[in-house]
């Protein structure tokens, strides 16, 4: 894939200092390769460098222009406040870079996640065309053209491509996928496939296996995490219903006989609550699983 106008900028400018960043950091290739960026190590840093660069100087422009507006508008410039502007341009770019960083890691991941949530499905479609005698390539070609299997589909796709474009026999073909490829359950799939056509045994009976495998793991995981989601239902109730509840009544009455004022309640009310139902929203709906 060619390289944009501003990635070809980014390396003339960064590439010496991204090339020995790379060879430091050998995980940054191995992730972009996981994660399908067609990008090498040293142009990717180059990338994240110019990119952070541009992130300093509009946080710099940025706290300039709140030191001078700020007491313009009658606020006064009080020390924390003074260091707070002057470490926002520090602090931007900091984030910056650390996200650009560990963006492909965080790619990888997700396309590994997604190749392990659709794998138990993709299997049993492997499972039945190899049934009817159908040869590997023809059944990564046709499990390339199933999008419904996400990542999968994708890999497949490459699979087929190394076959039929490059020039590689199948078992070559999938040693290359168990390289580049996020997920471990995908590797080790691809791996008793080689093992099984290298000893010469029968492909259709391993596919077979492994799919009926791979769905018992996919239904534990969904009896896992049902359990999971009953013991979540209970400390909702606790800490973000009867917890606070309690605590609202309590106080009312304390603020009715005159012991408080009303800021404790109202912190509970309108800072307590919305963040703790957000927290649990959240946190489901990371956990919840593609079905």
Do not use: C
Not at 28 to 43: C, F, I, N, Y
Not at 187 to 195: R, S
Not at 198 to 209: D, E, I, N, V
Not at 219 to 240: C, H, N, P, W
Request: charged share 15%; hydrophobic share 50%.
């Amino acid at each position: 894939m060619a390289l944009s106008k501003f990635q070809r900028t980014s390396y003339r400018f960064f590439g010496k200092a991204a090339e020995k960043m790379a060879e430091k950091n050998p995980k940054l290739e191995d992730s972009l390769r996981k994660a399908r960026m067609p990008l090498t190590g040293a142009v990717y840093i180059s990338w994240a460098l110019a990119n952070t660069v541009i992130v300093l100087i509009v946080a710099a422009a940025f706290s300039v222009a709140a030191a001078f507006l700020l007491p313009a508008v009658g606020i006064k410039m009080m020390p924390q406040i003074w260091l707070l502007v002057a470490s926002l341009p520090f602090i931007f770019t900091m984030t910056a870079y650390m996200v650009l960083m560990s963006s492909p890691a965080s790619s990888a991941k997700a396309r590994g996640k997604n190749m392990n949530i659709h794998l138990p499905y993709a299997l049993n479609y492997i499972a039945a065309m190899a049934s009817a005698g159908i040869n590997p390539d023809k059944i990564f070609a046709s499990l390339a053209r199933q999008k419904i299997y996400g990542e999968v589909a994708t890999e497949a796709l490459w699979i087929y491509k190394d076959i039929a474009f490059s020039g590689k026999d199948t078992v070559t073909a999938m040693k290359s996928a168990v390289q580049r490829s996020p997920s471990t359950k995908f590797q080790d799939f691809l791996q008793g496939a080689i093992t099984t056509v290298t000893s010469g045994g029968s492909l259709q009976s391993y596919f077979s296996a492994k799919a009926q495998q791979f769905m018992w793991e996919n239904r534990q995981e969904q009896k896992s995490f049902i359990d999971m989601m009953g013991l979540m239902a209970e400390t909702y109730v606790t800490t973000a219903v009867a917890g606070p509840l309690f605590m609202i009544v309590m106080m009312s009455i304390m603020s009715m006989l005159g012991g408080q004022g009303p800021g404790q309640l109202m912190m509970i009310i309108y800072l307590l609550l919305p963040v703790a139902n957000a927290g649990f929203v959240i946190g489901l709906q990371s956990m919840i699983p593609e079905v």
